[in-house]
């Protein structure tokens, strides 16, 4: 109730109206995978663009050939494996996640903000929520992840830098955009933000990937530090680029940015696709 809270009035600080805010920050069911078939319905949900997909791109194949997608029974009645208790929490992680997704992706929001419940928790976040609404003004408009947490991880080159006050320290602090472009042994998937695009194409890389499994190494470090392995069929290049375009909001300069900081900035500061105007309070 307290992380709830201190978001709602972070939001309200950003000249949102209370009632406007109270609508924007909504508390979501987990997936307690040890307990199906209890709310097996709530999983249910969560995987519901996959079957679309499997039933209109690929009627051959089924979600029990996606990764940990195939935990969840098909019979309604029926149980998480005896095998899988051991990783239940994580199952349970990666289909709460997914219900976040299937939410956001009906919502149609040009950015949502996905907390887990102990996010606002011991130093976890590397920028508060009234830089929020900043970061996703000036994220590259080809985002799909922007990593709200993690401190003292910055994997990638400095994308972008500026000013912002945080009052909850009473102080103008200087923030950061990384690129989080290549694989890290980061773990935890307790606060970032995705694009309306990520939520909308999400499933197709899922069912092309043809796995899913522990939900904060896969997003983090497969999804947003693998490379992708699409070959170009005019060409035959494979492509190079991450399989999804994720970026690291911070507050600090790293270690390796610091020496250079002064005489060099990534080129999504030098050209116009840097930044765009699309809001959060819409």
Same mark, same amino acid.
């Given at each position: 109730?307290?992380?709830?809270?201190?978001?709602?009035?972070?939001?309200?600080?950003?000249?949102?109206?209370?009632?406007?805010? =109270?609508?924007?920050v909504q508390r979501n069911p987990g997936v307690n995978a040890s307990a199906w078939p209890e709310e097996i319905d709530t999983a249910r949900y969560a995987a519901q663009s996959l079957a679309?997909?499997?039933?209109?791109?690929?009627?051959?194949?089924?979600?029990?050939?996606?990764?940990?997608?195939?935990?969840?029974?098909?019979?309604?009645?029926?149980?998480?494996?005896? =095998?899988?208790?051991?990783?239940?929490?994580?199952? +349970?992680?990666?289909?709460?996640?997914?219900?976040?997704?299937?939410?956001?992706?009906?919502?149609?929001?040009?950015?949502?903000?996905?907390?887990? =419940?102990?996010?606002?928790?011991? +130093?976890?976040?590397?920028?508060?929520?009234?830089?929020?609404?900043?970061?996703?003004?000036?994220v590259p408009k080809d985002y799909d992840v922007l990593v709200l947490g993690h401190p003292g991880a910055g994997p990638g080159p400095l994308v972008d830098t500026f000013n912002g006050f945080?009052? +909850?320290?009473?102080?103008?602090?200087?923030?950061?955009?990384?690129?989080?472009?290549?694989?890290?042994?980061?773990?935890?998937?307790?606060?970032?933000?995705?694009?309306?695009?990520?939520?909308?194409?999400?499933w197709h890389k899922i069912v092309w990937d043809g796995a899913a499994d522990m939900v904060d190494a896969w997003l983090l470090g497969i999804m947003c530090g693998g490379k992708d392995t699409?070959?170009?069929?005019?060409?035959?290049?494979?492509?190079?680029?991450?399989?999804?375009?994720?970026?690291?909001?911070?507050?600090?300069?790293?270690?390796?940015?610091?020496?250079?900081?002064?005489?060099?900035?990534?080129?999504?500061?030098?050209?116009?696709?840097?930044?765009?105007?699309?809001?959060?309070?819409?």
């Amino acid at each position: 109730a307290a992380s709830m809270s201190h978001l709602a009035l972070s939001l309200q600080y950003e000249d949102v109206a209370a009632f406007e805010a =109270s609508g924007l920050v909504q508390r979501n069911p987990g997936v307690n995978a040890s307990a199906w078939p209890e709310e097996i319905d709530t999983a249910r949900y969560a995987a519901q663009s996959l079957a679309e997909i499997l039933d209109a791109e690929q009627p051959a194949r089924n979600l029990s050939a996606l990764g940990w997608i195939n935990k969840m029974p098909e019979d309604d009645d029926g149980k998480l494996a005896e =095998s899988d208790f051991g990783i239940h929490h994580h199952v +349970g992680c990666l289909f709460g996640h997914m219900f976040q997704w299937q939410k956001a992706k009906e919502q149609g929001h040009e950015h949502t903000v996905i907390l887990e =419940s102990d996010a606002m928790q011991g +130093g976890y976040l590397t920028a508060p929520p009234e830089a929020w609404q900043d970061f996703a003004d000036r994220v590259p408009k080809d985002y799909d992840v922007l990593v709200l947490g993690h401190p003292g991880a910055g994997p990638g080159p400095l994308v972008d830098t500026f000013n912002g006050f945080a009052f +909850g320290r009473n102080a103008t602090l200087q923030y950061q955009i990384y690129d989080w472009d290549r694989p890290t042994g980061e773990a935890g998937s307790q606060a970032y933000m995705v694009s309306k695009k990520f939520v909308n194409e999400i499933w197709h890389k899922i069912v092309w990937d043809g796995a899913a499994d522990m939900v904060d190494a896969w997003l983090l470090g497969i999804m947003c530090g693998g490379k992708d392995t699409y070959v170009a069929e005019d060409t035959g290049d494979v492509s190079g680029a991450t399989k999804l375009k994720c970026y690291h909001a911070t507050t600090y300069v790293s270690l390796e940015d610091r020496a250079i900081e002064e005489n060099w900035v990534h080129h999504y500061n030098e050209t116009d696709d840097c930044c765009h105007g699309d809001n959060l309070k819409e």
